[in-house]
């Protein structure tokens, strides 16, 4: 409710200076130089009135104040961000191979640095070491929050340790430590560097509210038992009560879908009534069906995509709109009428398929010196897509020129006024409080960048990449052109317009036959972009929290650096030491699942080529329709604006309708039903009806799910999963009905709707 709300319609007087008020407000709004469908009047106002965001989501995760005497880049933070930098990516790199695995995200350095934290003030002497002090008191909120985005930083294996692993694996090529030193950092630094030099873009205006960090805030405030206006006054137990009490229940309940009931996790109840029926199951399964089921009871594959409680809705629904129509509509039209040959296959599958129904054997087709084979190429089979993993390469093809579209049409005011503002002249309470902060240059940002882009030419030309430098080039300007549209739209909607199709099409394009060369202008392309909205939304982090900009570049710097060098060492150790790594049959269960898929990606895209698959006259070269279709939509949505500015259409947004369902394949219609359903739930009818129960708890709440995850996961893994090679409830828990029901049906099964007697497909390819 706004402020002038409040009073008394009986004082004239009154409504008169509150409305005169509101006007002044109004005017001084911090609005974005577009459209911003997150944005409400009243709303706004009312923020403006007491000093704070204009968008309730930013009010109630994140204070409008700052004390710059709290205790930031100490001794202790450092210690511990550097500790969380060894042992969170080392781990996570051993586990990288492994299958199953178990991923430690930064969300658990959050949680258990602030117990560190507090214990290391307890105990730690209060001295000093040539003038560092080894305990500077309690354990800040801006400490813990240093902690976090150093252990953020290189959480996930780093994409080119990938690259590394396929040339071991598949191409028997093994470089040498430094070739994949200045690969990775080469790889992991200049998104780092293009990040910090687009920040007046992406992070200084409180438009862009980048979704996700606001459970992380949430999270960090409720911990450190933080009050602030922006949460309201609702009564009721406080926010920390409700975390403890949400993520106690969240971490116990998830050892029922994830080990002893995973019939919940997949709660296909329709296939298990006709299990043998194949269109029943293509329609309602989970598995390898299309999804109608609608429902389950695992937080995990909730927010498998992104955590539904910290998207807008308006966001959500234009993923759900995307979904129905190009999976629950065209993709049921194209499989139905053999479009594709599409029938042989399942309608859902992340697997290529050759023309007998089994997985394509990439290694028939491929000579000794690891070039495509045409002969044998054309005895074997070409490849075949299930119908919902061609219509994603459509759907990619769309987001690409949906993205240019959309940017130019609706960002341009916004990008050209920000190139010319500072950081002093952004209209808004947490930009001028972060501006009183020693900013960092950003020559500084592009000394990194020509460092990193030096190693890269190290790369290419010292070792027989086969990849020219105006590959590598042509890569950095493609994520280059793409970092602020994609980044607006993620900072906006908490949604990623992905690369990674578009660089391996045009790599296959234009350096046909060399899969180290579409590996490395695919990581080059596409991490580059990737890693610059990882490192901007970590600013924003870091902003939101006050945290000093000159601290943060060196945090994350380092952070990138050591992260970067622990992986590599961790999987050069694991290469000499592990004996059969990266075969099936590894015993130990080090069968590298992605290191296939990826290697299996280059020989796709690298040795077979796009124009084997998307050339006039081959089997999906009507896809290419999808670069027109996602031009021109924006296009309508621009004009209807311009006549009907305040209707549904200010909601509408194509690169999300084209870009939402971007997980499939490996996700399935689980990870985005369900998610839509729990978004609407909380985000549209909660918000709408209980706004001060949302503001206090939402975030909260968001928060504490998935923190109880990721702590019940690791206990499932590392108890139950993990020792005796996961034997442990072979002969009882996994062998029950709950366990097992929804993979005795025709989904779990993945069976196409026809029965192949020989090969199908075309006669010559």
Not at 153 to 178: H, K, P
Not at 588 to 609: E, H, K, L, M, N
Request: proline fraction near 6%; charged fraction near 10%; charge should be neutral.
């Amino acid at each position: 409710m706004s402020a002038y709300a409040e009073h008394s319609s009986g004082n004239g007087s009154v409504e008169k200076i509150d409305s005169e008020k509101a006007a002044l407000a109004f005017g001084a709004l911090p609005l974005a130089d577009f459209d911003d469908p997150n944005i409400n009047k009243e709303d706004a106002i009312a923020g403006v009135l007491e000093d704070d965001s204009p968008y309730p989501e930013v009010r109630s995760a994140v204070s409008n104040t700052d004390d710059m005497s709290i205790p930031v880049s100490t001794f202790r933070a450092w210690v511990m961000g550097f500790f969380w930098v060894i042992i969170i990516p080392g781990m996570n790199q051993f586990f990288f191979f492994r299958y199953p695995s178990v991923n430690i995200t930064g969300m658990v350095a959050q949680l258990l640095s602030f117990p560190m934290g507090r214990l290391w003030a307890a105990v730690m002497p209060n001295i000093s070491i040539f003038g560092v002090r080894l305990n500077p008191g309690p354990f800040s909120i801006k400490e813990h929050v240093l902690v976090t985005i150093m252990a953020t930083v290189g959480w996930q294996s780093a994409y080119a340790t990938d690259i590394v692993a396929v040339q071991r694996v598949f191409y028997g090529q093994t470089f040498n430590f430094s070739y994949q030193w200045m690969l990775v950092m080469s790889t992991q630094l200049i998104g780092f560097s293009l990040g910090g030099i687009m920040r007046r873009f992406l992070v200084l205006p409180p438009s862009m509210i980048w979704p996700t960090n606001l459970v992380n805030c949430a999270l960090f405030n409720t911990l450190h038992a933080q009050s602030y206006a922006g949460i309201g006054n609702r009564g009721g137990i406080s926010r920390e009560r409700f975390f403890v009490y949400v993520f106690c229940g969240g971490c116990a309940w998830y050892f029922v879908p994830g080990y002893l009931f995973q019939a919940l996790s997949y709660f296909t109840w329709v296939c298990w009534i006709a299990p043998d029926n194949i269109v029943v199951n293509q329609l309602f399964g989970y598995e390898s069906g299309l999804g109608m089921s609608l429902l389950t009871f695992d937080w995990a594959q909730i927010t498998y995509v992104v955590n539904p409680l910290a998207s807008p809705w308006w966001s959500e629904a234009n993923v759900l709109v995307g979904f129905v129509f190009f999976f629950w509509i065209l993709t049921p039209i194209l499989y139905y009428t053999n479009t594709w040959y599409s029938k042989f296959l399942p309608i859902m599958s992340r697997t290529s398929y050759d023309n007998t129904g089994a997985t394509y054997n990439v290694t028939a087709i491929l000579g000794t010196d690891g070039v495509l084979n045409a002969t044998a190429y054309e005895t074997y089979s070409p490849l075949f897509l299930s119908t919902t993993f061609a219509v994603s390469y459509g759907l990619s093809f769309a987001s690409i020129t949906a993205t240019i579209t959309h940017a130019v049409l609706f960002f341009r005011k916004q990008i050209w006024a920000q190139s010319r503002r500072s950081i002093d002249e952004q209209p808004d309470i947490h930009a001028r409080l972060m501006a009183r902060y020693r900013q960092v240059p950003e020559w500084w940002y592009l000394i990194i960048f020509v460092i990193m882009f030096v190693f890269g030419i190290i790369v290419i030309e010292v070792w027989p990449t086969q990849f020219p430098v105006w590959g590598f080039v042509l890569a950095l300007l493609i994520a280059f052109l793409y970092i602020i549209p994609v980044g607006m739209i993620q900072a906006i909607t908490n949604q990623q317009v992905g690369l990674n199709v578009i660089t391996e099409l045009v790599v296959g394009y234009a350096i046909p036959g060399r899969p180290l060369a579409m590996m490395l202008f695919k990581t080059w392309g596409y991490i580059t972009m990737a890693q610059a909205l990882q490192f901007a939304q970590d600013f924003k982090l870091g902003h939101y929290m006050k945290i000093p900009p000159r601290t943060m570049f060196f945090a994350q710097v380092s952070a990138a650096a050591l992260a970067g060098t622990v992986q590599l060492g961790v999987q050069a150790w694991m290469f000499s030491n592990i004996v059969d790594i990266c075969s099936p049959t590894q015993p130990d269960g080090f069968i590298c699942p992605s290191t296939q898929v990826f290697g299996t990606a280059s020989i796709i895209w690298g040795v077979i080529g796009p124009q084997r698959q998307f050339s006039p006259g081959q089997m999906y070269s009507g896809l290419l329709w999808f670069f027109l279709v996602g031009a021109l939509c924006p296009f309508g949505a621009w004009i209807i604006s311009l006549k009907w500015p305040n209707s549904i259409i200010r909601y509408v947004n194509f690169p999300v309708i084209f870009t939402g369902t971007s997980y499939i394949p490996p996700a399935t219609a689980v990870n985005y039903v369900p998610w839509t359903i729990v978004g609407f739930i909380f985000q549209y009818v909660i918000r709408r009806r209980h706004f001060s129960w949302w503001t206090k708890y939402n975030y909260v709440l968001a928060a504490a799910l998935d923190s109880g995850l990721a702590v019940s996961i690791i206990l499932i893994f590392f108890c139950l999963q993990y020792p005796r090679n996961g034997t442990i409830g072979a002969n009882n828990v996994a062998k029950w009905w709950g366990n097992n029901v929804f993979l005795n049906t025709a989904d779990g099964k993945s069976m196409s709707y026809y029965t192949i007697n020989g090969t199908f497909g075309p006669l010559s390819w």
